[in-house]
Nanobody, 134 residues
């Protein structure tokens, strides 16, 4: 069973940076992908903002492309999200998840990102809160 534990959230001012971490357990199959999602208070849907697979392929949504960078340390099954140039609209609860047997084979364009967001993501953690003040 895949399980994820997020950490690294906090409060920063607009333009600041944060680095989120996500430790995974139960990753016993290859290929696999991991992803970062966020949920804004009052909204039900979790938005998939960044995906990465164990071959290093990445995909980002348009709102974070160029500001956020995902990386994966396969040796310790840890996913990171470096968030730079943070904006107040980035304020949300951030979650990570994984999907076994799937990789990001279609490239990193917007349509492919939407496709990856429909994977059967699993192992949701408790989330880590990011608050960006103006």
């Amino acid at each position: 069973q895949v399980r994820m534990v997020e950490s690294g959230g906090g409060s920063v001012e607009s333009g600041g940076s944060l680095r989120l971490s996500c430790v995974a357990s139960g990753i016993n199959y290859s290929p696999y992908s991991m992803g970062w999602f966020r949920q804004v208070p009052g909204q039900v849907k979790r938005e998939g903002i960044s995906f990465i697979d164990n071959e290093g392929n990445t995909s980002y949504d348009e709102s974070t492309k160029g500001r956020f960078t995902a990386s994966l340390d396969n040796a310790i099954d840890t996913l990171y999200l470096q968030m730079d140039s943070l904006k107040p609209e980035d304020t949300a609860m951030y979650y990570c998840a994984a999907v076994l047997g799937r990789r990001l084979y279609r490239g990193g364009d917007a349509e492919s990102h939407k496709y990856y967001a429909q994977y059967e993501w699993d192992g949701w953690g408790q989330g880590t809160q990011v608050t960006v003040s103006s």
